[in-house]
């Protein structure tokens, strides 16, 4: 019995000596490679990380992801509430925001028919990602809501006075205004901007602007991978004194791409009258929200929840 059970315990222990070798040439499962991102792709979580190193001298230039695009940009705040003059408050009476009547029951132009939304609500409402490109005599600033671009003049001219006026010489109010900038220092451009076509609202609101409010931008380049904006606004005919729009963080973009993001009149129609106007307005307001961009998307996801604002841009969050 016991010649039995040692046999047994020597043919084991061969047996174990011999799959040991073996067993060590056996290939170890690879680690799963990533895949690589394709350079056609928009990824609104890829931002780089750390602060990249110093900021170059006097460039903003390159693609940046923003609040309203990316949950990996933090949002930002310090925005104030305007105090009315009379002639505000009259103009406010006629205003219905989406926030707290609804898309059934707005009037925002944006919400209620795709017209565009303007500056500045193009930056502090949407708050998405935008390019920024330097040129000779101007900065040319692109939108991903809307594929539309701003040009800040830096040749040394002065802000247009005389906009909306009867006269020949007089210059219409635009959708983005008339803009010029010049650098403070190294790291900040500081832009100041007229001439705001009065049908567009300057928040979501419907905070209203005439064709001589000034909204002032300061634009900080903290680093290489870090950038704030903060946005003020004057004009003595509607508010009581300049008021702010907030800060907001922008985080770079390593691959510099940016999707389409637009309002499509025809999706916007549809979701109206089949949906947001027969749902009729809200039962309740909700406080007001100030600047800092939106929270849960922007605009797009309260004022067109059923596409309309997005488009084949709505890819975006994927």
Same mark, same amino acid.
């Given at each position: 019995? #016991? ?47 750390? %602060?990249? @190193? /110093? ?25 104030? #509430? ?12 006629? !205003? ?10 707005? =009037?925002?132009?944006?919400?209620? $028919?795709?017209? /565009? ?10 708050? !998405? ?26 040749? @040394? +001219?002065?802000?247009?006075? =005389?906009?909306?006026? %009867? ?29 705001? *076509?009065? #049908?567009?609202?300057? *928040? ?16 900080? +380049? ?16 509607? $508010?009581?004194?300049? $008021? ?8 770079? =973009? ?35 929200? $100030? ?15 059923? @596409?309309?604002?997005?488009? #084949?841009?709505? !890819?975006?969050?994927?």
């Amino acid at each position: 019995m #016991r010649k039995a059970l040692l046999g047994a315990a020597l043919s084991m222990a061969a047996a174990l000596l011999l799959s040991s070798p073996a067993m060590a040439q056996t290939p170890q499962a690879k680690p799963q490679q990533t895949q690589a991102k394709s350079p056609w792709k928009y990824y609104p979580t890829d931002v780089a990380p750390g %602060d990249g @190193g /110093p900021a170059p001298k006097r460039d903003l230039s390159g693609t940046w992801n923003g609040p309203g695009s990316s949950p990996a940009v933090p949002r930002g705040g310090g925005a104030e #509430r305007p105090q009315f003059t009379p002639l505000a408050q009259k103009m406010m009476e006629d !205003r219905k925001p989406v926030g707290k009547f609804g898309p059934g029951a707005t =009037n925002d132009p944006g919400s209620k $028919y795709c017209d /565009p939304i303007g500056f500045p609500q193009n930056i502090t409402t949407e708050g !998405r990602a935008l390019s920024i490109a330097t040129m000779p005599n101007r900065v040319v600033i692109l939108y991903q809501f809307g594929q539309v671009w701003r040009e800040v003049w830096t040749d @040394g +001219r002065a802000l247009p006075t =005389n906009v909306g006026g %009867d006269d020949k010489d007089s210059l219409d109010p635009t959708f983005e205004g008339y803009s010029v900038g010049h650098w403070e220092d190294d790291y900040n451009f500081v832009v100041d901007t007229t001439g705001l *076509d009065e #049908r567009t609202w300057s *928040d979501r609101n419907g905070t209203p602007h005439t064709p001589s409010t000034i909204v002032h931008e300061r634009w900080t +380049r903290v680093d290489h991978n870090n950038m704030k904006l903060t946005v003020t606004i004057e004009d003595p005919k509607l $508010y009581v004194k300049p $008021y702010s729009l907030g800060t907001l963080n922008y985080k770079w =973009n390593p691959n510099q791409k940016m999707n389409e993001w637009f309002c499509v009149p025809s999706e916007t129609m549809k979701y109206v009258s089949e949906q947001a106007e027969p749902a009729g307005s809200f039962p309740d307001a909700p406080a007001a929200r $100030y600047g800092g961009g939106e929270a849960g998307g922007g605009a797009a996801s309260q004022g067109n929840a059923g @596409g309309g604002r997005g488009g #084949r841009g709505g !890819r975006a969050a994927q």
